[in-house]
Each structure stands twice: as structure tokens, then as C-alpha cells.
């Protein structure tokens, strides 16, 4: 069926910003403009007035557990939170159980996802065989089978010759190599940000340097082979320069933040709240400062949520003992806004975060609004306030830090390939 979305705030990030009709045909964006007459009589009308209107959301870093710990998230579970969150496309991490590191566990994600039918899934595959940073992955047969990026996420590359030769692979299929930058000998066995407040908590720190020096390692590499870096979840002050003055010297890198990492300090561990516990850990407001500057002036490209659930009983555990990680998918949005309201980006900016900048980080098409692109939308109303009630996440997660938060901004539909994947019936009754 096609759909005319009328009368909404249209944003399609450094394309179209105003008030506007949306026409869908045949599961594509055919038209936008001020006032459309449509003569058919099948169309469906969805009225948008008070909504903003823009591209769905792609979201760069997720961690949907299957196969493999399904317990903790299915791909089906996964993409229904995404889209509860209006994220349209999401790329996951190969972090599963076996590891995304071959064509079988790739054609398995995308089968599931097709299965799911909601978000459009793009797997991310492992750089190295098992992610156990020895030998390499069969990176071409990645490729070939639709993975649209390689990462160790979470066992990052410590053996910088095989990280090289990882970029020299890559960078004959133009795939991004994604870091999750941490040297783990400066890590060493800590759990939280090394600091202040670590000290007065007795819990070993993570230092910022831990961060500081993979990414400067990589961006080395990146320079040295002319491969596409991407860098997952930036937290440090420290990572933000060395960013900042690779993409000034012209270098194809690229970079993304996290929520919470812009949100939140290590301040919010002090209760030893495992469900603040996350790798890269909530930092201090230096930090949170340095990265909402890399969001104003470029520096870093997308808002990507690590979305990292986890069982209930794993996070009751002693704070050491837990494991990283927390639910992202259905709180980025009005976590999002928030800086907005606090004038660190405009909502067009905000929006473009979530859309252009992470789509242009990996080449894909979604992200856009332009005439004859997959109609992949999302249907927001920016003033509509709400309570984050983790037991009504769509996830099998329910591990976040912001539960009982009072935010604003709602997700009310979201649209896949004319589809309507989600809609928020509890707001509209
Ligand atoms: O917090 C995290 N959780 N960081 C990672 O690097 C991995 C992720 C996970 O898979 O749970």
C-alpha cells in the first residue's frame, strides 16, 4: 500500500528541512513537497502534523547476541528494539557465539533478520579468525557475503602488524576497519575509568591512555596503508585531538559516540551500579566536553549506541565481576535531543548524527530521504515526555543506566521499505 505522510516538520539532513508532504510508492520515496494532491484510492494518509519526519536511524555498533546467547538477545528481539528506537539499519558486531568470522554465521544474521522483517541488519565480520587477534579472518568472503565492515569489537587487535595487514585487505574492498580502541595492558584487569573516583571506590581503573594510544596506533595505520578507519565509541579527550587533526591532514576516518559516553561521567558508578558498567567506561566532564565538541565541528560522524544487553542475573553480579555493557537502541533518541535542548547541536545536526553522518561512515544507502531511496522513516514527536521503563524495552535488555530518567522526544512510527514496523500505540491510544 502506498502512504502519503502529511503535514509534518520534514528533516532530511543538508537536503530538506520544513514543513512538507512525504508520498511513498511502491515501498520508495516518490515525492516531497509543501502540499501533495495524490488521486489514489488505496492510499493510506498518516497524519504527521507536530511530528518531525525524517530518515530512520542507522545505527553503526549493536550487539544482538545470535547465535549463541540468545538468551541475552535474538536478532528478532534485537530489531524490534531497534525499531522501537527508530532505527531502521543497524550493523552488528561479530561478538556472537561462534563469531562472525565466515560466510555461514554472516548468511545465518542476514536470514534471521530477513525472517524478523523489521530493521535492515548489516553484519559486521570479525578481522581476525575467533576475533582471537592471531591470524586473519577470510576478509573477501566477508565481503562477498554482505558483511559491510570487519572489527574485533571488544577483543581489540593488540598485534599492530596483524592490524596492518588487516587495513591492507580491507582496503581492496573500500570496507571500513571499525576499533574498539583499548591497549589491554594498560587496561589491565580494570573496570571503570581510572580516576577519582575509582580510587575512592577501590575498583581498578581503566586509564584514558588505554584509549588514547590504540587510537593514535590506528590512525598511524590508516595513514601508512590509505584504509578506511572508523572508530568505535571515542570516550577520552585524548582520542577526540588525535581524530580531529587526522581528518584535518585529509585522512578517511571516521568516528562515533555513544549516549551515555556524552551523558553520563563515572560519577554514575559510585553505587556500584553494574548497569553503569560499560568498556569504554563513562569518563568525567573533560571528557563528556571534548566529545559534544567533536559532534559540533565534525570531528566525530555518527551517534552509535553499543547496544550490549545482558542477562539480568550477569549484571547482579560484584561490580568486577560483571560484564560490559549496556541497552542503547531505545534511549539514543531523546538522549539525543537532550543536546539539543542544550544548544550543543541543532536538531538538524542531531538528526543528521543519526542518519547521513553514520551511513556516510559506511557507505550505505540508507539515511536519506532523496527521491527513490528505500522509504525508511521515522515519525517523531519532540515534545511528547516520558519515563525510560526498562521492563517496556522491546529488548530481552534491560540493563541501562537511565532507568526512572524523565526525557522528552518519542518515537511514534517507523517506516521500513513503506512498512510500518513499529507504531507506539500506548501514546496514540
Ligand atoms: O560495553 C561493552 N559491551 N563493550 C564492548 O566492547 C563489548 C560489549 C558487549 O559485547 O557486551
Excluded at 601508512?224 to 588525535?242: F, K
Excluded at 568516528?255 to 548497569?275: G, I, K
Excluded at 566536553?289 to 545482558?310: K, M, S, W, Y
Excluded at 521515522?378 to 515526555?385: F, G, K, M, S, T
Aim: with cysteine; net charge negative; charged share 25%.
Amino acid at each position: 500500500m502506498n502512504m502519503l505522510i502529511r503535514g509534518g516538520q520534514v528533516i532530511d539532513p543538508g537536503r530538506f528541512n520544513g514543513s512538507a508532504d512525504v508520498l511513498i510508492v511502491d515501498g520508495k520515496i516518490s515525492a516531497i513537497d509543501k502540499k501533495l494532491q495524490v488521486k489514489d484510492e488505496n492510499l493510506r494518509v498518516v497524519d504527521a502534523k507536530d511530528y518531525i519526519v525524517c530518515p530512520g536511524f542507522v545505527d553503526l555498533h549493536v550487539h544482538f547476541r545470535e547465535p549463541g546467547f540468545e538468551y541475552k538477545e535474538t536478532i528478532a528481539s534485537g530489531v524490534a528494539s531497534a525499531v522501537a528506537g527508530g532505527f531502521t539499519a543497524v550493523c552488528c558486531m561479530p561478538n556472537t557465539k561462534p563469531v562472525n568470522d565466515c560466510q555461514a554465521v554472516t548468511d545465518l544474521i542476514l536470514k534471521q533478520a530477513e525472517r524478523a522483517h523489521k530493521a535492515r541488519v548489516y553484519p559486521i565480520g570479525a578481522i581476525t579468525k575467533g576475533s582471537e587477534g592471531k591470524e586473519l579472518a577470510e576478509i573477501g568472503e566477508l565481503y562477498e557475503s554482505g558483511c559491510v565492515a570487519i572489527s574485533d569489537d571488544g577483543r581489540p587487535v593488540m598485534n599492530g602488524f596483524i592490524m596492518r595487514r588487516a587495513m591492507e585487505y580491507a582496503k581492496t574492498f573500500n570496507l571500513p576497519v571499525v576499533d574498539h580502541c583499548e591497549d589491554l595492558h594498560l587496561t589491565n584487569g580494570g573496570s571503570m575509568h581510572e580516576g577519582l573516583v575509582s580510587t575512592e571506590m577501590g575498583i581498578p581503573g581503566i586509564p584514558a591512555a588505554a584509549e588514547d594510544v590504540m587510537v593514535a596506533r590506528n590512525v598511524a595505520l590508516a595513514e601508512m596503508t590509505g584504509a578506511r578507519l572508523h572508530l568505535a565509541h571515542v570516550s577520552t579527550v585524548g582520542s577526540v585531538r588525535s581524530i580531529r587533526e587526522a581528518k584535518a591532514r585529509g585522512l578517511p576516518v571516521t568516528a562515533e559516540v555513544c549516549p551515555h559516553h556524552f551523558t553520563l561521567t563515572d560519577e554514575a558508578v559510585r553505587a556500584f551500579n553494574t548497569n553503569a558498567k560499560m568498556n569504554p567506561p563513562l569518563r568525567t566532564n573533560t571528557d563528556i566536553t571534548a566529545v559534544r565538541e567533536g559532534l559540533q565541528d565534525g570531528t566525530i560522524d555518527a551517534i552509535a549506541t553499543d547496544h550490549a544487553p545482558h542477562a539480568v542475573q550477569e549484571k547482579e553480579l560484584q561490580f568486577d565481576e560483571a560484564p560490559f555493557g549496556i541497552v542503547g537502541l531505545e534511549t539514543a533518541l531523546p538522549l539525543t535531543l537532550r543536546l539539543v535542548e542544550e544548544g550543543v547541536l541543532s536538531l538538524e545536526d542531531a538528526i543528521a548524527k543519526l542518519t547521513k553522518g553514520p551511513a556516510q561512515a559506511f557507505n550505505l544507502t540508507d539515511g536519506t530521504l532523496s527521491v527513490g531511496a528505500n522509504a525508511d522513516l521515522v515519525l517523531i514527536d519532540p515534545q511528547q515526555e516520558w519515563t525510560i521503563d526498562p521492563t517496556k524495552f522491546h529488548s530481552k535488555g534491560r540493563n541501562t543506566p537511565f532507568a526512572g530518567w524523565q526525557v522528552k522526544g518519542k518515537v511514534m512510527l517507523t517506516i521500513v521499505s513503506g512498512e510500518i514496523v513499529f507504531e507506539d500505540t500506548a501514546s496514540s491510544g
